[in-house]
């Protein structure tokens, strides 16, 4: 079973910041959080991860509460083409992915 | 090519029939990984090789399903006698070292009648 838990869908105004959350509460010391995310009909694609500190990269900004317990992903300025299933998973070193329903987020005009 | 890569993209198969499904990791990725997504689910763990050495299996649902990455490169994933319980996409990915961002291809759509 997945290890953490998202809402199952949000909505976002392009050109405003999209932040999804996620709760990891059992999340282990040695485990990371990693984000990915699945256009339609595609694979899922790698966003960010992070193990304690904040995290920034091209695509977004991961923001993990000094507890660890959950997280928030960022997109700063949502286009269309960032709808799609937003994923939080843990992870550690044995990189086995466990996926759950994810953030189903739809950007609008 | 720069990602990874399945084929078929599609298939369709009859209750009953073998399938085989391809996978070409990124090159010179170590390990690579095999998926199930039944729609409207997320993707579920299958299998994880490294290299050419299968190191966990435990996520195949039945005996009659079975991988292999015999060089340590391409992988397939093969399902005997196909049911319809099996129609999903199957996922591939692979990355540079065990614990790194793994790179997800395509998928191949599999719909058995």
């Known amino acids: 079973d997945a290890k953490t838990t998202q809402p199952p869908s949000m909505d976002c105004a392009e050109g405003r910041a999209a932040n999804l959350p996620c709760n990891h509460s059992?999340?282990?010391?040695?485990?990371?959080v990693y984000w990915y995310r699945q256009i339609h009909s595609q694979g899922p694609q790698y966003i960010i991860h992070g193990l304690k500190n904040n995290e920034t990269n091209e695509m977004a900004s991961l923001i993990i509460t000094e507890d660890r317990k959950s997280s928030t992903l960022i997109l700063p300025h949502a286009t269309l083409r960032d709808t799609a299933v937003y994923y939080c998973l843990n992870t550690g070193t044995a990189s086995k992915l466990t996926f759950g329903t994810g953030t189903r987020l739809q950007v609008t005009l | 090519g720069a990602g990874v890569s399945q084929s078929p993209r599609y298939k369709v198969a009859k209750r009953g029939q073998d399938v085989a499904l391809r996978c070409d990791p990124i090159?010179?990725?170590?390990?690579l990984f095999w998926y199930q997504q039944a729609l409207g689910q997320g993707p579920e763990f299958l299998t994880y090789f490294q290299n050419e050495a299968q190191l966990d299996k435990s996520g195949l649902p039945s005996d009659r399903f079975f991988a292999e990455r015999p060089e340590g490169s391409v992988s397939t994933l093969k399902i005997q006698r196909t049911q319809q319980e099996d129609s999903a996409v199957y996922l591939c990915?692979?990355?540079?070292?065990?614990?790194?961002?793994?790179?997800f291809g395509p998928g191949t759509r599999l719909t058995v009648l």
């Open positions: 990915a692979s990355s540079r070292l065990q614990g790194q961002m793994e790179f």
């Open positions: 090159s010179g990725h170590v390990s």
């Open positions: 059992t999340i282990s010391g040695n485990e990371y």
